[in-house]
């Protein structure tokens, strides 16, 4: 078939056309279209943004670790008083709030 009578037929623009609108309405409009890419694409960047912050949180307990094990003093002291501990002849004072029991 010649190739220029095939371009100047109606009935193939009309398929293409019909068939064009009708891609574009199932991506537009079926469950698994652009809203559920929207959606999922927000979802990516969320857990995205978790896994930076559980990125950032493991450096801090690596160094953690590291201070740790070169017996740091001042890291020892620091863990020390978080749980309540004091040097000898020290006295902790500890406060409640107002209206508190």
């Known amino acids: 078939m010649n190739t220029s009578l095939l371009l100047k037929?109606?009935?193939?623009?009309?398929?293409?056309?019909?068939?064009?609108l009708a891609s574009a309405g199932i991506i537009l409009f079926s469950p698994?279209?652009?809203s559920s890419l929207n959606k999922r694409q927000a979802e990516i960047?969320?857990?995205?943004r978790q896994l930076l912050r559980l990125r950032r949180a493991n450096l801090e307990l690596s160094e953690e670790v590291k201070r740790l094990a070169a017996k740091d003093p001042e890291?020892?002291?620091?863990l020390a008083r978080q749980q309540g501990l004091a040097r000898p002849g020290e006295?902790?004072?500890?406060?409640r709030e107002r209206g508190g029991k």
């Not at 109606?10 to 019909?18: D, E, M, R």
């Not at 960047?45 to 995205?48: A, K, L, M, P, S």
């Not at 006295?91 to 406060?95: C, G, K, S, V």
Request: proline share 0%.
């Open 91 to 95: 006295t902790i004072y500890t406060f």
């Open 9 to 20: 037929s109606s009935t193939l623009w009309g398929v293409l056309a019909f068939s064009g």
């Open 75 to 78: 890291l020892y002291e620091a």
């Open 45 to 48: 960047r969320e857990q995205q």
């Open 32 to 34: 698994d279209g652009i």
